[in-house]
T-cell receptor, first 111, second 110 residues
Framework: DAGVIQSPRHEVTEMGQEVTLRCKPI?????LFWYRQTMMRGLELLIY????????DSGMPEDRFSAKMPNASFSTLKIQPSEPRDSAVYFC?????????FGEGSRLTVL | GIQVEQSPPDLILQEGANSTLRCNFS?????LQWFHQNPWGQLINLFY???GTKQNGRLSATTVATERYSLLYISSSQTTDSGVYFC????????????FGPGTRLSALP
């Protein structure tokens, strides 16, 4: 299996622009997670889905953040408008039967 | 909610040395995993170990679920072992909302 695939790997944008991060989970996995990692806060769970349904979005920092999972093989995390404090590495992960696998992350820099 | 602690927070080793990393958790869990975040930022699965002992090359892990701790052993450390080691637990009756420890930062020096 190809593992969890994220794109883009790196994104540099200007404050106020819309950012869309994409994730393809491992086939057959029924849970999908979006995490954010910064030096200050470490690894934070933003939202997770079970069978494409959002289960817990309490970690989403504010209304500028939204996530969707239209089908079992694709999810997006959108930030609109972006701010410099959103700069971080965003990880997507998927799991089945309690074993979690991470993608390589999307490094976002907002200028 | 469940608390996950890891010790030590930082570890500096000479190449060839052995080390033990510890993960304590405050409540019963369904699952426990160890991850290695390498210097390039990749989060690599090391062990899926809700209980018992597993070995993979120079690494092994033991989880004693009844006593709420897990240990990660690294033998004959190499510079490629450097990075941050995270323990993550899935609490009972909490869905698959994994809770991560703060990590142990390991520096293996040549």
């Amino acid at each position: 299996d190809a593992g969890v695939i994220q794109s883009p790997r790196h994104e540099v944008t200007e404050m106020g622009q819309e950012v869309t991060l994409r994730c393809k989970p491992i086939s057959g996995h029924d849970y999908l997670f979006w995490y954010r990692q910064t030096m200050m806060r470490g690894l934070e769970l933003l939202i997770y889905f079970n069978n494409n349904v959002p289960i817990d979005d309490s970690g989403m920092p504010e209304d500028r953040f939204s996530a969707k999972m239209p089908n079992a093989s694709f999810s997006t995390l959108k930030i609109q408008p972006s701010e410099p404090r959103d700069s971080a590495v965003y990880f997507c992960a998927s799991s089945r039967l309690g074993e979690l696998f991470f993608g390589e992350g999307s490094r976002l820099t907002v200028l | 909610g469940i608390q996950v602690e890891q010790s030590p927070p930082d570890l500096i080793l000479q190449e060839g040395a052995n080390s033990t990393l510890r993960c304590n958790f405050s409540d019963s869990v369904n699952n426990l995993q160890w991850f290695h975040q390498n210097p390039w930022g990749q989060l690599i699965n090391l062990f899926y170990i809700p209980s018992g002992t597993k070995q993979n090359g120079r690494l092994s892990a033991t989880t004693v679920a009844t006593e709420r701790y897990s240990l990660l052993y690294i033998s004959s450390s190499q510079t490629t072992d450097s990075g941050v080691y995270f323990c993550a637990v899935e609490p009972n009756n909490y869905g698959q909302n994994f809770v991560f420890g703060p990590g142990t930062r390991l520096s293996a020096l040549p």
